[in-house]
């Protein structure tokens, strides 16, 4: 007995192992949203990161307006945005696609003032010399400073890989089967919350660990030092 509940300890099992694939497949989704999200606010971040940085005011403030744009506006408007409005337009998406899209759009925001702060930290001697070797902005650019920014902002995007995942239950709006929709369904169907929910919660818990490891295995083997010039 918990809680003055009676519970069947042999039953509630049998009935975990039997969501348990359901709930895998709901996962699947949820890492297959969050990797995508992920790459997509990799690259986009590193875009609006370099527009910000442009002497050009006409291409600079804009993607700077673009940026506060997307940070101060709620990821739930801005999928719903993508979802309902877009195919007025004739634009239309699947679900899962707009779900992406719409968290790597939310966390470029995020990335681009992590690669702001990468690049600023590559010291301006070395941007000098290769100047004196008179490499072109775009060689300093991809050879010298994206190699040494890189490795020192990985704990950060690191930390919103790890946010990315936690926020993949919010495309259940849009009828995504994530994981924690599965679950949800599973508790209308069955009227069980607890077991499915605590299922996810153990599952979530699990894959935050797993991603947080590889970052840290990562962060601790990527050379943080300057790179020679060439």
């Keep these: 007995m918990l809680f003055g509940i009676e519970w069947d300890t042999s039953s509630a099992w049998a009935f975990a192992w039997s969501i348990l694939p359901i709930l895998l497949r709901g996962m699947v989704v ?42 101060d506006t709620p990821l739930l408007a801005q999928l719903f945005f993508l979802y309902y409005v877009l195919p007025e337009y004739g634009i239309v998406l699947p679900a899962f696609l707009t779900g992406a899209l719409a968290l790597g759009l939310q966390y470029s925001a995020y990335t681009s003032e992590v690669y702001r702060a990468g690049i600023e ?32 902002i990985i704990p950060a995007l690191g930390n919103y890989l790890v946010s ?24 209308d169907r069955t009227f069980d919350y607890l077991i499915p929910l605590s299922m996810v919660g153990g599952l979530y818990l699990i894959m935050t660990l797993v991603a947080s490891a590889g970052v840290r295995w990562l962060d601790a083997r990527l050379p943080k030092q300057g790179v020679p010039l060439k």
């Design 164 to 187: 990315i995942m936690k926020d993949v239950p919010v495309l259940s709006v849009v009828s995504v089967l994530e994981m924690l929709n599965v679950a949800r369904i599973i508790g």
């Design 30 to 71: 949820t890492l297959q949203a969050t990797v995508v999200g992920f790459v997509l606010a990799a690259i986009l971040g590193l875009l609006l990161a370099m527009l910000k940085a442009s002497r050009c005011r006409a291409i600079a403030w804009p993607a700077r307006a673009i940026t506060e744009f997307l940070r």
């Design 121 to 152: 930290s590559v010291s301006r001697g070395q941007y000098e010399a290769a100047r004196a070797l008179d490499l072109s902005a775009g060689r300093i650019f991809s050879a010298i400073v994206l190699p040494q920014a890189i490795p020192r």
